[in-house]
């Protein structure tokens, strides 16, 4: 008898044994053989998949830069008015307010329907600018503005354009990225907000401090003209980076083809099935299946309720200027609890990702965010005020995470996830229309009607929050035990 080694186990082999012995030696040279290979290609893989995000994430970056001007051209008259917007237009009582939550009536009438349009078109890199250009060119039009009337319109029909951008953006981001990449490039996305607070401030310090009686226009008009200007010449140059979808990019110089097959075939992979299919069934199925599904009333209750909290972000300035500094201080003190929050929301959103959870990393802002309107009202304190602006600013990273938490709890099909994502954010922007109202000049300088309310609304919110959790919970449980696959992947489970 001889005896040989198979993957250094020795055994012996018997001389009727040499036909039994032969088919294991190429059964074992064949599975060698299927895992090296298999071995190459996940390297391969990988190297395209890298590759891949490199290249969409460079291109996707524009967003933040559109986002950011976005909540500039929509926030600029919080900061016009502390140089003469109300004295000039001759705005009594409650009609400044109205000017601000009217743009929400327009935003909220035309998500639903642009990102249906959007869905429909298959064409981003054209849609998203042309609205952005659009937007610009009526925040323009609000420097010139001479009462209440006209001031009530432009802000009413830029809200109608503006309301294109988040949940394009948001829906744009769903087609390219896995559920577990989201988080983060949302948060990047959203993070745009904080940073539109931070630096507007310093740039709207800049002009209302230096352009006042240039060519014979108030600062505040100024302010109009240049940030909107911006905003077109960004535009142009947006309708040349932003990509389509993985879908309807057919020709596409920037991407191989092999990175353009495997874009479509992760989104395969994360939700089960293919996007091309899902669209051929028409957006009304999706408006049908979207408006059914009671998740997706539940999210847009709570992010209302939510937006109710961070109405404080419209009024920054003026919770500033309780400060008890000149105007241009009061702007420039905005942007450093800004340049935190976004720090704050980067991480927390970062770690979210990594944990695949979402309900704690959106319960601690809001607690630390309840802490700080609780600090406001207890004291007019200059040092404590400041400090509660800092952790009021942070429950923005609570936003961020929410809207990670909406794309992933809607993932299929993707008609049903446009109509979703847009409602979503039609409806809570009723919250910003309440929350235009929630700080009237007559609760300053203290504004504690103000933060209670803001207080009631973070409590609400955690708790239709707890309850979302809950029932996720359930539904994972029912997926692992019936083994679901109904258009999902049979590795499908909701993030909490």
């Known amino acids: 008898m001889s005896s040989r080694t198979s ?37 391969d893989r990988q190297r395209v998949e890298q590759s891949l995000l490199r290249k969409v994430d460079l291109r996707m970056s524009i967003l933040v830069l559109i986002y950011i001007l976005n909540y500039i051209d929509r926030n600029n008259a919080a900061a016009a ?47 998203l600018p042309t609205c952005m250009a659009i937007w610009g060119f009526i925040s323009v039009l609000t420097g010139t503005t001479k009462g209440f ?51 507007g401030s310093l740039l709207a310090s800049a002009i ?32 040349f980076i932003l990509p389509d979808f993985p879908t309807t990019t057919t020709t596409c110089s920037w991407l191989t083809t092999e990175e353009q097959a495997l874009a479509q075939l992760r989104m395969e992979e994360d939700v089960g099935e293919d996007d091309e299919t899902e669209f051929s069934k028409g957006e009304e199925s999706g408006l049908k299946q979207a408006f059914s599904d009671w998740k997706v009333w539940w999210l847009a209750l709570a992010m209302a309720i939510l937006n109710v909290l961070l109405s404080f972000n419209a009024f920054f300035p003026t919770l500033s200027a309780t400060l008890g500094y000149s ?27 990594a944990t695949g959870e979402r309900f704690g990393h959106i319960v601690v802002p809001l607690l630390v965010g309840i802490a700080g309107f609780m600090m406001a009202m207890a004291t007019m304190n200059t040092a404590v005020r400041y400090l ?73 919110c955690i708790i239709m929050s707890w309850i979302f959790r809950q029932y996720l919970m359930r539904l994972n449980q029912e997926i692992e035990a019936k083994k679901i696959e109904g258009g999902l992947s049979k590795n499908f489970t909701y993030l909490l």
């Open 208 to 239: 209302l401090d230096g352009m006042d009686g240039i060519m014979g226009f108030a600062a505040w008009r100024w302010l109009f003209y240049i940030e909107g200007s911006m905003t077109i010449c960004v535009a142009i140059c947006a309708i």
């Open 388 to 460: 509660s602006l800092f952790l009021m600013a942070q429950s923005y990273t609570a936003f961020v995470v929410y809207w990670a938490w909406a794309s992933n709890s809607i993932p299929h099909p993707t008609s049903k996830r446009a109509v979703a994502l847009a409602f979503i954010n039609a409806f809570s922007s009723l919250g910003n229309i309440v929350g235009s109202y929630v700080w009237p000049k007559s609760w300053g300088p203290s504004y504690w009607n103000s933060y209670a309310i803001c207080i009631g609304s973070g409590a609400l």
């Open 149 to 199: 009337l006209g001031a009530l319109c432009t802000r009413f029909f830029l809200g109608f354009v503006e309301a294109a951008f988040f949940p394009g953006a948001l829906f744009l981001l769903s087609k390219w990225y896995k559920r577990r990449e989201l988080g983060q490039r949302t948060a990047i996305l959203s993070c745009g907000i904080m940073i539109s607070n931070a630096f």
């Open 7 to 43: 993957r250094g186990i020795p055994y012996e082999r018997l001389p009727c044994e040499d036909g039994v012995d032969t088919a294991r030696e190429g059964s074992l040279d064949s599975d060698i053989a299927s895992q090296n290979a298999i071995h190459d290609e996940f390297q």
């Open 327 to 353: 105007p241009t201080v009061s702007l420039l003190l905005c942007s450093p609890p800004w340049l935190f929050a976004t720090r704050a929301a980067f991480l927390m959103s970062r770690h979210s990702d």
């Open 81 to 127: 008015r502390l140089r003469g917007f109300e004295d000039d237009l001759h705005l009594e009582g409650q009609q400044f307010n109205t000017i601000l939550s009217i743009l929400y009536v327009g935003y909220t009438l035309m998500q639903v329907p642009s990102n249906m349009y959007l869905n429909k078109i298959g064409r981003p890199s054209i849609y």
